[in-house]
């Protein structure tokens, strides 16, 4: 019913920039947050960056400073930038959206299927 889909992973060095994208499509009457999860090998999945749905952001906070996350909410899309990349920010990274399904009264969880992210140093 919902999918969420991811773009813009990469192969960058250190000190190098990337944006991902990702879209939300399917039966979708609303979005509340939106935002970015990440895993690198061995470890556990931890959340990067997430934006309301009123514009409100929170960073982990390795990133703070370096990356920037926003949404397009006319086009169900939110975005990280990432500048000043590090090779500890080698991860999968995850789009997540908590959405209202047309139809069903319930928020859920939708995550996109990933996209690798690689810092060479």
């Known amino acids: 019913q919902v999918q969420l889909v991811e773009s813009g992973g990469g192969l960058v060095q250190a000190g190098g920039s990337l944006r991902l994208s990702c879209a939300a499509s399917g039966r979708i009457s609303s979005i509340n947050a939106m935002g970015w999860y990440r895993q690198a090998p061995g470890l556990q999945r931890e959340l990067v960056a997430v934006?309301?749905?009123?514009?409100?952001?929170n960073y982990e906070d390795s990133v703070k400073g370096r990356f920037t996350i926003s949404r397009d909410n006319a086009k169900n899309m939110v975005y990280l930038q990432m500048n000043n990349l590090k090779p500890e920010d080698t991860a999968v990274y995850y789009c997540?959206?908590?959405?209202?399904?047309?139809?069903?009264?319930?928020?859920?969880?939708?995550w996109g299927q990933g996209t690798q992210v690689t810092v060479s140093s």
């Open positions: 997540y959206a908590v959405i209202k399904v047309i139809g069903i009264l319930t928020l859920r969880n939708y």
């Open positions: 934006v309301t749905s009123g514009g409100s952001t």
